[in-house]
């Protein structure tokens, strides 16, 4: 039941965050974060292989050859030594290495989940300002065309005498201040764009829809990969620490060996089988061993730092998805009542019964509120996306 509501869950997100995790997919093809992992894993596998081959097929072939002159021999001769070795893991005392490298791998998949969530929160933010500010602009322009018109109707009152030209004037500054408002966001939202597709080429910047929140901290908790790494180092020291500790154990060594003797006086070519144990005694292995187990327990005290870390991560960022909520709320109220207010204040402008500065000063307000609430609805749409995204582990597939 409990993998059914989770499927769900995540099937929900998805489809909810369909247009920004094929963005984000698309970048991660991009800057081909999958492709250096899938090479590391290869030369990883490779790693795993030679040692499996070395514990039992470590060879080495000798060959050397001499010429002996003694006085009481006419001639000299010639002798040649012809040696096999190999060295035979028996004990296991390697296998640790195999370990470290499985360990290293898993090491490499959570440094590229880091990379991917870093990524994915960059992405995130810098696809809400682009978005934020696309509708930042659109309420300007709508603003400014209103305005427009009302400078129109101003004109024709300017002419019958009912304003004065300063007054007029003042009018047309407040929309040139507007208009500079609107260059300058066109050109932020055109830079953003090209700067978004260069991670993503040809591809559409997506939108961040209205969602709610789908997980809970102990889930977003749960998916640090940095809390992750930490605990993988830890064992892998552990893992180092026992091998060094065994280094004492020996391996067995075979050989064969061929002798070619020319000498005259001898009863012809040697031919000799060894068998033997090889032990290294190395008091500073033990000392290392001891070392690495020192720096397991020290990287396992800094999990309770991640954790914390991670936790007021999900504070910080829950309370700005909470309080962006509330506030929206208020504002969307005020809103309501401003309109209102600036409807009539326009029409009791335009029959010259408040002046300029009441008009401009509402208009202000009410722009102002909107606003806020382009701000606050993308603060709490960016939030939701993270939490969300990250909790269901879909941003490190």
Sequence with gaps: MIKKIILILIITII????DIIDFYKKTVNTLQYDKEYILNKKANQLNQSGVKYGKYANFSFNVDYSKTKAKSLTNAFDTTNVTFNDTLDLFGKNSYKIDAL????KSQKFLLDIQKEQLFVSLVNMIALYNKTLEQYSLYKSVLNEQK??????????QKGAISSMDLLRFKNQLTSFEMRLITQKNEILKMKKQLNLYAPNQEIPKLKNSKLLFSEEEFINRDPKLKLNKIDAEKSLVLSKGLEHSYLPDLTIGANYQ?????TSFGDNYSFSAGLKIILNPDNFKEAEALKVKALRLKSQNI????????EYIRRYQDYKSAI???KVLDKNLKDYKKIEKTIKTAYLRQYVDFNTYMQV???TLHIKEQIIELKYKKELEVT?????????IYE
């Design 363 to 365: 208009l202000l307000q």
């Design 326 to 328: 509330e506030q929206l």
């Design 305 to 312: 730092d991640y954790v914390i870390q991670r936790k007021n």
């Design 386 to 394: 993270i939490l969300n995204n990250i909790a269901s582990g879909i």
């Design 149 to 158: 018109n009302i400078y129109y109707k101003l004109e024709k009152l300017q």
């Design 260 to 264: 070619q003797l020319g000498d005259p």
């Design 15 to 18: 489809s909810l965050d369909a």
């Design 102 to 105: 499985r360990l290293d791998l």
